[in-house]
């Protein structure tokens, strides 16, 4: 099988309550579990965690399955009561969530008591509305 040029590749620093995340290349079906284990094992690894940022500005392509792992880590982010930040977002992802109707989902401030339930794949939602901080 041949390298795919656009593989996704992360490069993560953890500071002080908050994790920062860089996303380099394309997020799609064969990089997505990627990108969901990784934020899984710090959010797992992390009980005091406040903020994840997705720093964004690497991220090549994004396919169904790549907004379906944001949306998976949405809710994890949600459920452990961390706040998520796409950070940097180029334009075909803004395109991508405007289109879909998950910017403001995936862009919204915690809802009160959300940490109340442990990081797993729970169906805990966030709300949407304007966030002018991500």
Known sequence: MTAHPHHLRLTTADIQDSVRIEVH?????NSADLLVEEVTARLSGRP?????????????????????????????TTVAGVRLH??????NLDRLLELTGTLDYLTAPLPT????????EGTAVRPT?????T
């Open 86 to 91: 796409l950070d940097d977002r180029p334009a």
């Open 48 to 76: 005091a965690l406040t903020d994840l940022h997705l720093h964004c500005a690497g991220l090549g392509a994004i396919d169904s399955i790549g907004l379906s792992a944001l949306l998976m880590i949405g809710r994890r």
């Open 113 to 120: 008591g959300a940490a109340e339930t442990p990081v797993t």
């Open 129 to 133: 509305g304007p966030d002018g901080t």
């Open 25 to 29: 290349g394309d997020l799609d079906y």
